[in-house]
């Protein structure tokens, strides 16, 4: 019997399909890379979206021309390329812990390479409400321009960037191997709170390769702003966390000289541990986001494939002279962290040694104690067992002189204190061989 599948009704030739497949196999084309035909500006913003939900960001999104028709579902691929009218297009990504926003539109003429920082943001084909309602708090802005050129002269073009940067120092770089563009930044920002970029293709660059630089330009410097949010935590941690260090080092020298008790060493270890561990808690995912951002960072700026052009920084250069310090202060910290954590476990062993050390000297000198009350009481024991036969004989002698005396009285010939007296070793004899058997007996029993 044929099995027909989903697909067209034809037989199924494969065990049941896992319902994470699809996804899992999708996500490979999740994010497809933007065609950008240049002359092109990109307005890119990015906004940590913490509290905002995806029915806020369908709402800013239907704000759009034209979007007014746009549904949660179309917002459930955490990606969505929109086109726009009068000729533009919007990305919408959604991320962990952001979200990006990336407007594509025509390059205006009046704001090439040739203009002196030109201002940009008039020539927006969005309104610039629109922009500044973003549900969200920016993390990262930026507009890039793309413009196509003569990379024969990397010195003039470079000359020309300068200036359409504001004649600000720069960082600049050949992409590809062969070159077939060149990126100008100064990494600064704007008054109106955007960073600048310009991008110099050559004329046979495509409009995929096209989008492809745009899109690595505008990740790194996303994640670089990302991997950075470590680093104010990373600073207010430093304080206290020397703090503990010097701590821990006193509680150390307290236990090495003894000058405190064992209890109140303890109590403060435990709350030094409690301290460490909640701030741990607290801040590891920032720290693993920031080690994560920054592996990131180093990719996509590989993936440019930087030449340097003489006399400028490249952007790989740029970040490990900048990006680098500040990402191994974080990395930094975070190994005190985990290092104090170690010493406090090692630290707190060696005092539960020391207080099991010292409670068995404690049990031993109990022992001690109980041994000789022990062998006290035996030896009362044995006293007050040679007085009880002492008693019983004397009790039963008693009883023999007695009934001497009453055989007397009744006529018979007897002395009734030679009787005792010679009974009286037999007696005696008796009852102390009465107590070996109980004394037998009962150690039998145990």
Same mark, same amino acid.
């Given at each position: ?10 037989? !199924? ?20 890379? !933007? ?145 077939? *563009? ?19 293709? *050559? ?135 985990? !290092? ?107």
């Amino acid at each position: 019997m044929k099995v027909a599948d989903a697909n067209g009704g034809l037989p !199924a030739t494969l065990p049941a399909e896992d319902p994470r497949r699809r996804v899992l196999h999708d996500e490979v084309h999740a994010r497809p890379p !933007a065609r950008i035909r240049l002359p092109a500006l990109v307005v890119y913003v990015a906004v940590l979206h913490d509290g905002v939900d995806r029915a806020q960001e369908l709402a800013h999104l239907q704000r759009l021309p034209g979007q007014g028709g746009l549904t949660e579902d179309d917002l459930q691929g955490h990606f969505l390329r929109l086109r726009c009218p009068p000729g533009f297009t919007v990305k919408w990504e959604r991320h962990t812990e952001f979200t990006r926003y990336s407007l594509v539109q025509p390059l205006p003429p009046t704001v090439g390479p040739d203009a002196r920082e030109p201002e940009l943001l008039p020539h927006l084909l969005v309104s610039p409400q629109w922009l500044a309602g973003i549900p969200g708090r920016t993390i990262c802005a930026i507009k890039l321009a793309m413009v196509t050129g003569d990379l024969s002269d990397p010195a003039a073009l470079l000359t020309r960037a300068r200036h359409w940067l504001g004649d600000q120092p720069v960082v600049a770089a050949l992409l590809g191997q062969p070159s077939h *563009s060149m990126v100008v930044t100064d990494f600064r920002l704007r008054p109106s709170g955007f960073e600048r970029m310009l991008v110099v293709a *050559s004329p046979e660059v495509s409009e995929t390769r096209a989008g492809r630089v745009a899109a690595r330009l505008l990740e790194f410097e996303t994640y670089r702003m990302m991997a950075l949010l470590g680093l104010p935590v990373a600073k207010a941690l430093a304080g206290p966390l020397a703090d503990a260090e010097r701590r821990l080092a006193r509680l150390t020298a307290d236990m090495e000289s003894q000058a405190r008790g064992d209890q109140a060493l303890l109590e403060d270890l435990v709350g030094l541990a409690a301290g460490i561990e909640r701030t741990i808690a607290e801040n590891g995912y920032r720290f693993a986001a920031t080690r994560a951002y920054d592996r990131i960072v180093l990719q996509r700026i590989a993936q440019l494939r930087e030449q340097a052009i003489p006399g400028t920084q490249t952007i790989s250069e740029f970040m490990q002279r900048r990006l680098g310090p500040a990402i191994a202060t974080v990395a930094s910290i975070e190994q005190r962290l985990d !290092a104090l954590s170690e010493r406090i476990a090692r630290t707190s062993a060696l005092l539960r040694t020391q207080v099991d050390i010292a409670r068995e000297e404690q049990n031993r000198q109990l022992l001690e104690k109980l041994t000789r009350g022990q062998e006290l009481q035996l030896k009362l024991q044995t006293t007050v067992e040679g007085l009880s036969i002492a008693a019983i004989t004397y009790y039963v002698i008693s009883l023999v002189l007695y009934g001497a005396k009453a055989l007397k009285s009744a006529g018979v010939p007897l002395h009734p204190e030679l009787t005792a007296g010679a009974l009286m070793p037999a007696v005696l004899w008796g009852v102390w061989r009465m107590t070996r058997r109980i004394h037998a007996r009962l150690h039998g029993a145990n």
